[in-house]
């Protein structure tokens, strides 16, 4: 005889068991998994507003990028080797670039002209990265996420974006992308 406790049990059971857990409010399905790559880049900025970042200077970052998302039938969310080539096609945007603030370029026939202060650079078009605000390690990182979000495979969920500026610092962003499918019963 099942009583009615022994059913609630039981489906309290099937429902854990659809899930695997990966932290403590988390809890992911079990056709999905995350993997991640990384990749370096060189840059460089100036903080005007920031009292030790103000003077130009240049970071080597790390960038690691992870994506969530269903395994596919080919057993994996994404291959790794088009994760690195997304990865490293979007961070060559910000690759040895000046990395600034819009508010301070003005295009003048193929070249930005970037002036702040006593600062004023004449470079090609091509080695400046423009942003909509500082050249903050966590706008880049905003700006980087946006790119790669844009190149992600259906079956994945979401994508992070962890960079460095340096040793020991850096910025972190994730972009749900969207729900993940319901693994089948």
Do not use: W
Request: aromatic share 6%; charged share 25%.
């Amino acid at each position: 005889m099942v009583t009615r406790a022994m059913r609630r049990t039981s489906a309290k059971l099937e429902a854990h068991a659809k899930y695997s857990s990966i932290g403590s409010d988390y809890h992911m399905e079990k056709n999905e998994a995350t993997v991640y790559v990384q990749a370096s880049f060189d840059y460089s900025h100036f903080l005007p507003e920031h009292d030790r970042c103000f003077p130009l200077h240049g970071h080597t970052s790390m960038a690691r990028m992870e994506v969530c998302g269903n395994i596919g039938a080919g057993g994996m969310v994404i291959d790794f080797g088009d994760a690195k080539k997304i990865l490293s096609e979007v961070l060559s945007a910000f690759d040895h670039k000046l990395v600034t603030n819009r508010r301070y370029c003005k295009a003048e026939g193929g070249r930005i002209i970037v002036s702040h202060g006593d600062y004023a650079f004449a470079l090609p078009a091509d080695q400046v990265c423009i942003l909509d605000g500082e050249g903050t390690c966590e706008n880049i990182n905003d700006a980087l996420l946006g790119l790669l979000a844009a190149r992600m495979p259906d079956n994945a969920t979401s994508i992070s974006l962890e960079i460095s500026e340096g040793a020991n610092k850096g910025s972190r962003r994730t972009k749900r992308l969207r729900s993940p499918r319901r693994a089948e019963l």
